[in-house]
């Protein structure tokens, strides 16, 4: 089956910076299209970016300037390079995984990213 596992969340003062990885397997990684969407609490889940197989990128705009979305098709590894951390960027932090193929959708568990000092 399709498994999205995250890491490199953590605790990080406002203006750190953090790298997210997801790793996936049981999905031909070539032919999907890879994204990194946040839930806070209380709050619904939103999009932070999206990239392509090709490596055409998408930003939400209250994170644009400060992520960089990337993949390595060899390692089936998409990350995520946060600057400029607020404290609003707290928040559960889920990969996400759309077969191109076959239409589905899958999710990782979320790793936990908090900004405070």
């Known amino acids: 089956q399709v498994q999205l596992v995250e890491s490199g969340g953590g605790l990080v003062q406002p203006g750190g910076s953090l790298r997210l990885s997801c790793a996936a397997s049981?999905?031909?990684?070539?032919?999907?299209?890879m994204g990194w969407y946040r839930q806070a609490p209380g709050k619904q889940r939103e999009l932070v970016a999206t990239?392509?197989?090709?490596?055409?990128?998408n930003y939400a705009d209250s994170m644009k300037g400060r992520v960089t979305i990337s993949r390595d098709n060899a390692m089936n590894t998409v990350y995520l390079q946060m600057n400029s951390l607020k404290p609003e960027d707290t928040a559960v932090y889920y990969c996400n995984a759309r077969s191109t193929l076959t239409g589905l959708t899958y999710w990782g568990q979320g790793t936990q990213v908090t900004v405070s000092s």
């Open positions: 049981g999905i031909i990684f070539s032919r999907a299209v």
């Open positions: 990239i392509t197989s090709g490596g055409n990128t």
